[in-house]
């Protein structure tokens, strides 16, 4: 089992940056890729970001591209996404999940409860 706990999120203006923290314990945590997805009312959760367990290869979702960067500190079994030039399109609750590293969130066995972002207009 992989535990996984959000924090970092809160209400920012547009253009403005925020960075979400996703701190994993249990067996293995270290040995698993890591992502971000996220969630709006009404829509699908939706890939963000992910970054694979070693070598620091990362992937984007083509909407963040360019403006978020994802992270991870193995010795601390954290992973990290820093969000800047923020949008209000950006507001979601963002979900750190432990997995394959792909883009598909039903590919993801382990999921953190998730931390709100809100960007103002």
């Known amino acids: 089992q992989v535990q996984l706990v959000e924090s970092g999120g809160g209400l920012v203006q547009a253009g403005g940056s925020l960075r979400l923290s996703c701190a994993a314990s249990?067996?293995?945590?270290?040995?698993?890729?890591m992502a971000w997805f996220r969630q709006s009312p009404g829509k699908e959760r939706g890939f963000v970001a992910a970054?694979?367990?070693?070598?620091?290869?990362?992937l984007y979702a083509d909407s963040v591209k360019g403006r978020f960067t994802v992270s991870r500190d193995n010795a601390k079994n954290s992973v990290y996404l820093q969000m800047n030039s923020l949008k209000p399109e950006d507001t979601a609750v963002y979900y750190c999940?432990?997995?394959?590293?792909?883009?598909?969130?039903?590919?993801?066995?382990?999921w953190g409860q998730g931390t709100q972002v809100t960007v103002s207009s």
């Open positions: 999940a432990a997995g394959p590293g792909s883009r598909r969130a039903d590919e993801y066995g382990y």
């Open positions: 249990g067996r293995a945590a270290s040995s698993h890729a």
């Open positions: 970054i694979i367990s070693r070598g620091g290869g990362t």
